[in-house]
């Protein structure tokens, strides 16, 4: 039995309750190297297996589950923030499907959300946005034409862009294009819940030299809107909002 695990976006205790469960009493562990904490792996029993995934091809990650599964071992996937974002885990269930190999998928907390909490903000307010677009650049794999960011950007609600900061230039010149206004508010946060936090806000105007003086080339969040912009002081909590469960103070 195989399974996909959500580790979180960095602090060992952003796993879920369930994932840590099967974590604990896994046989082997299959961990992406490069932004899964290791310090997971000390809540694994005794003589538990480890193996970092991150030289690793498809096929030898698929051919040391087989071999691990044929053994009856459980074996865990662990995969940063949650495994349904791109967590590359498509590609290895089809492989383990072709197999005839059993699994499931634990789902965790994504670093798009542990950014923006790192941020004090909500992606969603009233009045301002209600809408959150996940995306990224393309790189050496390709985004949909009609998933432009510029494209995306017109919408002008909420964005969270991964894997997209080591070309900071090129996200700030589709997004100016898109928003239409190169005051729209943007924070970069790198390595959200790590020890190494860092938190960069600013606007599409000044943000690209910000992000290049603090020397961030990889691992952060670029979450754009005017969700950024506002004060903690939410409408929903206010006297004079009315909804279902409340009568609006006069
Ligand atoms: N499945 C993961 C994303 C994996 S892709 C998730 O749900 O978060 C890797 C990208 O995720 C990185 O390039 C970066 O954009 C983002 N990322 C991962 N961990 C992060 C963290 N702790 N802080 C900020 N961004 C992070």
């Given at each position: 039995?195989?399974?996909?695990?959500?580790?979180?976006?960095?602090?060992?205790?952003?796993?879920?309750?369930?994932?840590?469960?099967?974590?604990?009493?896994?046989?082997?562990?299959?961990?992406?190297?490069?932004?899964?904490?290791?310090?997971?792996?000390?809540?694994?029993?005794?003589?538990?297996?480890?193996?970092?995934?991150?030289?690793?091809?498809?096929?030898?990650?698929?051919?040391?589950?087989?071999?691990?599964?044929?053994?009856?071992?459980?074996?865990?996937?662990?995969?940063?923030?949650?495994?349904?974002?791109?967590?590359?885990?498509?590609?290895?269930?089809?492989?383990?499907?072709?197999?005839?190999?059993?699994?499931?998928?634990?789902?965790?907390?994504?670093?798009?959300?542990?950014?923006?909490?790192?941020?004090?903000?909500?992606?969603?307010?009233?009045?301002?946005?209600?809408?959150?677009?996940?995306?990224?650049?393309?790189?050496?794999?390709?985004?949909?034409?009609?998933?432009?960011?510029?494209?995306?950007?017109?919408?002008?609600?909420?964005?969270?862009?991964?894997?997209?900061?080591?070309?900071?230039?090129?996200?700030?010149?589709?997004?100016?294009?898109?928003?239409?206004?190169?005051?729209?508010?943007?924070?970069?946060?790198?390595?959200?819940?790590?020890?190494?936090?860092?938190?960069?806000?600013?606007?599409?105007?000044?943000?690209?030299?910000?992000?290049?003086e603090v020397g961030i080339k990889s691992t952060a969040q670029i979450l754009v809107g005017n969700f950024l912009n506002l004060s903690s002081k939410s409408l929903l909590y206010s006297k004079d909002f009315q909804h279902a469960f409340r009568e609006a103070k006069r």
């Amino acid at each position: 039995m195989v399974y996909f695990i959500g580790a979180g976006p960095g602090d060992v205790d952003l796993i879920t309750v369930k994932g840590r469960k099967v974590l604990e009493g896994a046989d082997v562990v299959i961990y992406a190297g490069s932004l899964v904490s290791k310090e997971h792996l000390n809540f694994c029993k005794e003589g538990a297996i480890f193996i970092d995934s991150a030289p690793l091809t498809l096929d030898e990650i698929i051919e040391k589950i087989k071999k691990y599964n044929d053994d009856d071992k459980i074996i865990v996937r662990l995969h940063t923030g949650d495994p349904t974002i791109y967590g590359a885990i498509m590609e290895q269930m089809v492989e383990l499907d072709k197999l005839g190999i059993k699994y499931e998928v634990i789902p965790g907390v994504s670093s798009f959300t542990a950014s923006c909490a790192a941020l004090k903000r909500e992606f969603t307010v009233p009045e301002i946005s209600q809408s959150i677009i996940i995306t990224r650049l393309s790189g050496r794999t390709p985004v949909p034409e009609s998933e432009d960011l510029e494209l995306l950007a017109r919408h002008r609600t909420a964005m969270a862009i991964f894997l997209s900061v080591q070309n900071i230039e090129e996200v700030v010149e589709k997004l100016i294009r898109g928003y239409g206004d190169e005051n729209t508010p943007v924070a970069v946060v790198y390595k959200a819940t790590w020890r190494d936090e860092k938190i960069i806000t600013g606007t599409l105007k000044d943000i690209s030299d910000k992000v290049r003086e603090v020397g961030i080339k990889s691992t952060a969040q670029i979450l754009v809107g005017n969700f950024l912009n506002l004060s903690s002081k939410s409408l929903l909590y206010s006297k004079d909002f009315q909804h279902a469960f409340r009568e609006a103070k006069r």
